[in-house]
């Protein structure tokens, strides 16, 4: 393994599926792509951050899967995750100290486990959201109007959930009676 990982690139990152793993810190300073469908991407350090500067895209229209496992380091994000067009596949922060989500997340599906703070500072769209005990989730969204967090399908919060802002959780399933959970 790596001891620690720090990219910049003038033309952006693209990671072409597989893992990749370090001792120490994972930074990515510039736009991210995910660029193979046939390989989802995993991203492990030993308790180090991984922090993601740019945005965070898929290469092509099919959406792309990435986990992470931080151990007790910090995940943050500080550019848009997917977008309305082209949300990136299922986003899974296995393990984490904190994780942050400075701007909107766009995803087939996002689930967070981190033992502190988990917060959300951009609108967030998904088929589903899940976050775990211990911990908090913070939502300190600003929307004219609108959902701050809208799903196809369940929205299940296991830890304390903080309202930072005026807060709206919206699941428009088949099935959405029902379908938003706060532990």
Known sequence: ALHDLSITAGGGIVIKGGAVTTVGTQN?????VLGNLAFATTLTTTNSA???AGTLTNEGADAQALSIDAGTGRVSFTG?????AAPIGALSIIHSSSSIFSSSVNAASLSVNA????QFNG???????????????????????GASVLTTGTQTYNDDVVLMKHTTLTSTG?????NITLG
Do not use: E, K, L, R
């Open 80 to 84: 848009a995750i997917g977008s309305a």
């Open 28 to 32: 990515y300073q510039s736009n991210v």
């Open 115 to 118: 033992s502190g703070i988990t």
């Open 50 to 52: 991984v922090s993601f």
């Open 123 to 145: 609108i967030v769209t998904a088929g589903s959201v899940t976050t775990d005990a211990p911990g908090s989730v913070q939502f300190n969204i600003t929307t004219p109007s």
């Open 174 to 178: 088949a099935n959405a009676a029902g």
